[in-house]
């Protein structure tokens, strides 16, 4: 341990947390801090924050969010002094749990709000302190090639017909996918998003592994992936010719930070916060080695050119994602990926294929007859067809009553309960799929 006379004040970095009679405090000659970011990220700030607090040695401790709640559980709370992690559901857990100290923040600097959505806990428990955004990574050269319209929407992945030039991650087996799909689908609206994705996906690749969504664009196997940004970002800073779209309606979900409630250190853990959350720790983020965005308004005039800003997003529609929400519905939406897209994508394929064709012979006729309804009865059958294909077997109604049964896959909670309900999405989904595959055959001229 250094000798108190190697204790020294902090500086001031243009303090963010509010401590009250001031910002002088003696540290501490250690910070412990818990995460799980990459080292090329974390090394920067670990010499950063040394340098502006000389005396104070920043000692990482790297932990999956599993492995840090275990930790985080105990009495002496691992003698972790701050948890600083991208972990978007282990903060609310853990802050339900006791396990963090209030911060109080500048709100002036700090908003806590991007893009109309709350990033950073209401309650004060942890703030965010990066965020990232939800998209599509495309190759503009590809669709080219392939006469595709480059998407702007979440609508555009069933506007087109991608054969199979689209990717998708399988929910449940990508980490982000949670995420994605529940921006989507409170974006779209609960049944019109799972139709949605249902007609995407009977025209795309389903992965399973969340870097080889966009790699799959960049290695030109797809010409669109769905993704979270930091992996177009790397692909296009390493010279890849893709570009990323973010739709209207999308969201930047946060990466967080919070002081343990048993910090052994806590001054030299409020001084760690103060500086991530500083002018000079957010604009670390625009660093080449780590390229994420930050929750500084005020840092974006020293972003490198051509960095989108979340706060000033061209093209962005009122949408207000609610994050604590959608936590809780993750599992429930993975569940609902299987059972109606992963486990029943070549009966879509077949499904949309007939509502499809059933839909260009219609506009073949009305074409050839000049008239925008040529068959009122074939528009209709069409019509039912599509509603039926698009049957999601849980109502958005009752959405927040089902999903804390699949809350924690893991835990694999009420095994016998979910079995019978996933055998009776199966035989209401299969039946819906049946009678929407015999309308839209209905619905086809006769040769």
Request: proline letters at 8%; charged letters at 20%; glycine letters at 8%.
């Amino acid at each position: 341990m250094l000798p108190l006379s190697r204790r020294i004040a902090a500086p001031l970095l243009g303090s963010i947390l509010m401590f009250g009679s001031g910002a002088g405090w003696a540290l501490e000659d250690r910070v412990v801090v818990m995460t799980s970011y990459p080292d090329e990220l974390v090394q920067r700030y670990e010499q950063a924050f040394e340098r502006a607090n000389p005396g104070t040695d920043l000692q990482v401790v790297w932990k999956p969010s599993r492995d840090a709640a275990v930790e985080l559980a105990k009495p002496d709370q691992g003698g972790v002094d701050v948890y600083w992690t991208p972990s978007l559901g282990s903060f609310p857990r853990l802050r339900d749990a006791g396990a963090f100290r209030p911060l109080a923040v500048d709100r002036a600097v700090l908003p806590g709000v991007v893009d109309g959505q709350f990033v950073s806990d209401r309650q004060g428990f942890f703030e965010a302190f990066e965020v990232a955004g939800y998209g599509m990574i495309i190759n503009p050269a590809a669709l080219a090639r392939d006469r595709l319209p480059q998407p702007a929407t979440w609508r555009d992945l069933a506007a087109t017909r991608w054969t199979g030039r689209l990717a998708l991650p399988i929910a449940g087996q990508v980490g982000f996918s949670g995420a994605l799909y529940d921006i989507l689908l409170q974006a779209e609206g609960w049944e019109a998003g799972w139709a949605l994705l249902g007609e995407a996906a009977a025209d795309a690749t389903l992965v399973g592994s969340g870097g080889q969504v966009s790699e799959s664009v960049v290695n030109g196997e797809a010409d669109v992936a769905v993704t979270v940004d930091f992996f177009a970002r790397s692909a296009i800073a390493n010279g890849h010719p893709v570009a990323l779209v973010y739709p209207p309606r999308t969201a930047f979900l946060p990466a967080q930070v919070a002081i343990a409630r048993a910090a052994p250190h806590p001054d030299a853990a409020r001084a760690f916060v103060d500086f991530v959350l500083s002018a000079p720790g957010q604009a670390l983020l625009f660093h080449p080695d780590i390229r994420r965005y930050p929750v500084r308004p005020d840092v974006y005039a020293q972003a490198p050119a051509g960095t989108v800003n979340p706060f000033q997003r061209i093209g962005a529609e009122p949408y207000a994602y609610d994050m604590e929400m959608g936590l809780n519905r993750h599992g429930l939406i993975a569940a609902l990926f299987d059972t109606l897209i992963a486990a029943r994508q070549d009966r879509l394929k077949t499904l949309w294929g007939a509502i499809h064709a059933a839909e260009a012979a219609l506009a073949a006729q009305s074409t050839a007859q000049s008239t925008t309804n040529p068959d009122p009865e074939r528009t209709a059958l069409v019509g039912r067809a599509r509603m039926l294909a698009g049957f999601v077997p849980v109502a958005g109604a009752d959405v927040d009553r089902l999903a804390p049964m699949f809350q924690d896959r893991r835990s694999n909670r009420n095994p016998e309960e979910q079995a019978a309900m996933r055998k009776d999405w199966s035989a209401r989904i299969d039946a819906a799929h049946a009678e929407a595959l015999e309308l839209a055959r209905r619905a086809l001229p006769t040769p």
